[in-house]
């Protein structure tokens, strides 16, 4: 394939869709890029899962306070008006309905809206982290993703074949090629790259693309 | 009243074989690293405690914390959502290996339970793990229209947190983000034993900021310059 986004631009893409006013968690590690391409004049808030929210970028190095982490276990700041609580306040947070966007990335997207992103299977070591609690109570559960594997097999399937992390959970996947929203268990087309075809990009695609009115190019800068 | 213990040695010496130990912390941001390794020093000289059940969020890093405990092999089975750092080779060699349990708990449900296992509440319901392999063979139900997954509650025999400020009555502050599990985990446990950078005279700790109140606090020691496991790591320690 020649064209396809960066991960910085599926990153940019999907902040784009960050309301000002939101709460908002980001996922460790890709996920976390999505902070770096806020429009300007939108106020966000970021929740991690550790206990805080509101906070800040990475401070210089030499100045980390290493109980100041995210859940990534990366050193952070805090921004005016950031706060400290508890776990099970955090996870209040999460599966009470409070946070407005969670972003997560994926290893497989079902059509049913359900989510594989913790577990390649047997031979390692499981290790669920909050994967199985974000995607649960968020209003939006975003996935930023390669529309494909590495070595090209389709990421967005009928039914996911490794151990799911949540049943019907996605609502809008943003990938490599596309944005497309989970609606009554199909695929919705919302936006896809002018250089690919709807047949070569549903070539991509294990389940069916269905298209409700105007498909939008995808347009996203250099970043 | 006076819940201050004189050293590490002291405040750890009643913890015995085949306990549940909870041990606050996310990575290392809130670990206790005094009052783990003065239990890793115990085992060392004594051989107990030995076959313990530790709950924290991970598996340790490197070689010291929990991961000292484990390298040591005092611990039987991790209770743990992320079992995974930066240099996971204690755990993983040895859970490869089966030498060690591991019960895998969704984060948020990891806290749930031991903040039921120190409210008194034996069972919950929660959304999270529906339809996964971590709900197999739990009780589901639906309430409004929706599946929840049974989880029960949490609790064990001692808690190590790492606090800011304690007083003699047992009440807690925190540095930070190191509160994470640590204040549940007091509720949880039969005895809980704080470290505290500072002990401060009753009173001196404002009421309205006390995070921990003393009722679930039962020992705690003073550490003046507590170490920090990342830069421990930073710096290359060895357990």
């Given at each position: 394939?020649?064209?396809?986004?960066?991960?910085?631009?599926?990153?940019?893409?999907?902040?784009?869709?960050?309301?000002?006013?939101?709460?908002?968690?980001?996922g460790?590690?890709?996920?976390?890029?999505?902070?770096?391409?806020?429009?300007?004049?939108?106020?966000?808030?970021?929740?991690?899962?550790?206990?805080?929210?509101?906070?800040?970028?990475?401070?210089?190095?030499?100045?980390?306070?290493?109980?100041?982490?995210?859940?990534?276990?990366?050193?952070v700041?805090?921004?005016?008006?950031?706060?400290?609580?508890?776990h099970?306040?955090?996870?209040?947070?999460?599966?009470?309905?409070?946070l407005?966007?969670?972003?997560?990335?994926?290893?497989?997207?079902?059509?049913?809206?359900d989510?594989?992103?913790?577990?390649t299977?047997?031979?390692?070591?499981?290790?669920?982290?909050?994967?199985?609690?974000?995607?649960?109570?968020?209003?939006?559960?975003?996935?930023?993703?390669?529309?494909?594997?590495?070595?090209g097999?389709?990421?967005?399937?009928?039914?996911?074949?490794?151990?799911?992390?949540?049943?019907?959970?996605?609502?809008?996947?943003?990938?490599?090629?596309?944005?497309?929203?989970?609606?009554?268990?199909?695929?919705?087309?919302?936006?896809?790259?002018?250089?690919?075809?709807?047949?070569?990009?549903?070539?991509?695609?294990?389940?069916?693309?269905?298209?409700?009115?105007?498909?939008?190019?995808?347009?996203?800068?250099?970043? | 009243?006076?819940?201050?213990?004189?050293?590490?040695?002291?405040?750890?010496?009643?913890?015995?074989?085949?306990?549940?130990?909870m041990?606050?912390?996310?990575?290392?941001?809130?670990?206790?690293?005094?009052?783990?390794?003065?239990?890793?020093?115990?085992?060392?000289?004594?051989?107990?405690?030995?076959?313990?059940?530790?709950?924290?969020?991970?598996?340790?890093?490197?070689?010291?914390?929990?991961?000292a405990?484990?390298?040591?092999?005092?611990?039987?089975r991790?209770?743990?959502?992320?079992?995974?750092?930066?240099?996971?080779?204690?755990?993983t060699?040895?859970?490869?290996?089966?030498?060690?349990?591991?019960?895998?708990?969704?984060?948020?449900?990891?806290?749930?339970?031991?903040?039921?296992?120190?409210?008194?509440?034996?069972?919950?319901?929660?959304?999270?793990s529906?339809?996964?392999?971590?709900?197999?063979?739990?009780?589901?139900?639906?309430?409004?229209?929706?599946?929840?997954?049974?989880?029960?509650?949490?609790?064990?025999?001692?808690?190590?947190?790492?606090?800011?400020?304690?007083?003699?009555?047992?009440?807690?502050?925190?540095?930070?983000?190191?509160?994470?599990?640590?204040?549940?985990?007091?509720?949880?446990?039969?005895?809980?034993?704080?470290?505290?950078?500072?002990?401060?005279?009753?009173?001196?700790?404002?009421?309205?900021?006390?995070?921990?109140?003393?009722?679930?606090?039962?020992?705690?020691?003073?550490?003046?310059?507590?170490?920090?496991?990342?830069?421990?790591?930073?710096?290359?320690?060895?357990?």
């Amino acid at each position: 394939m020649s064209v396809k986004l960066t991960n910085a631009q599926i990153a940019w893409r999907a902040a784009q869709d960050i309301p000002d006013g939101a709460y908002v968690n980001l996922g460790i590690g890709f996920p976390e890029m999505v902070a770096k391409f806020k429009p300007e004049g939108r106020e966000v808030i970021y929740h991690t899962e550790n206990g805080i929210l509101d906070f800040g970028e990475a401070p210089p190095v030499g100045a980390e306070d290493w109980d100041l982490i995210n859940a990534g276990k990366k050193a952070v700041t805090l921004n005016p008006g950031a706060s400290f609580f508890h776990h099970a306040d955090s996870f209040a947070m999460v599966r009470g309905g409070h946070l407005d966007v969670a972003i997560l990335g994926a290893y497989e997207i079902a059509e049913n809206g359900d989510l594989a992103n913790w577990s390649t299977g047997p031979g390692s070591v499981p290790a669920v982290g909050g994967a199985m609690d974000l995607v649960h109570g968020a209003r939006r559960v975003c996935v930023i993703t390669d529309h494909t594997t590495k070595d090209g097999r389709p990421k967005l399937l009928k039914r996911c074949r490794l151990p799911l992390t949540g049943v019907g959970c996605v609502t809008t996947v943003y990938t490599s090629l596309a944005v497309i929203d989970i609606v009554a268990s199909r695929f919705v087309l919302r936006e896809k790259l002018a250089g690919i075809s709807f047949d070569e990009l549903q070539a991509l695609t294990e389940a069916e693309l269905v298209v409700e009115g105007a498909v939008k190019d995808l347009i996203v800068p250099e970043v | 009243m006076n819940k201050i213990s004189p050293n590490l040695e002291d405040a750890v010496a009643d913890i015995r074989d085949g306990m549940v130990v909870m041990i606050g912390g996310f990575g290392g941001s809130g670990a206790p690293i005094e009052l783990i390794h003065a239990l890793v020093e115990r085992y060392r000289k004594t051989g107990s405690p030995n076959a313990l059940t530790v709950v924290n969020n991970n598996a340790g890093n490197g070689a010291i914390g929990i991961a000292a405990m484990i390298y040591a092999g005092m611990v039987a089975r991790m209770i743990c959502s992320f079992p995974r750092s930066s240099d996971p080779k204690a755990f993983t060699d040895k859970y490869l290996a089966g030498e060690i349990g591991l019960e895998l708990v969704p984060q948020g449900t990891l806290a749930e339970r031991i903040r039921a296992g120190g409210a008194g509440i034996p069972a919950f319901y929660t959304p999270t793990s529906y339809g996964t392999q971590v709900a197999e063979g739990k009780p589901v139900a639906e309430f409004d229209g929706r599946k929840y997954v049974q989880e029960r509650w949490l609790k064990a025999d001692v808690a190590l947190v790492k606090a800011e400020l304690a007083d003699r009555k047992g009440n807690l502050t925190y540095h930070m983000a190191a509160r994470n599990f640590s204040p549940l985990m007091a509720t949880a446990a039969a005895t809980t034993i704080a470290q505290a950078r500072q002990i401060v005279e009753p009173g001196e700790i404002d009421p309205e900021h006390v995070i921990t109140p003393g009722i679930f606090v039962d020992r705690i020691v003073e550490v003046p310059d507590p170490k920090q496991e990342e830069a421990l790591l930073r710096e290359g320690a060895q357990g």
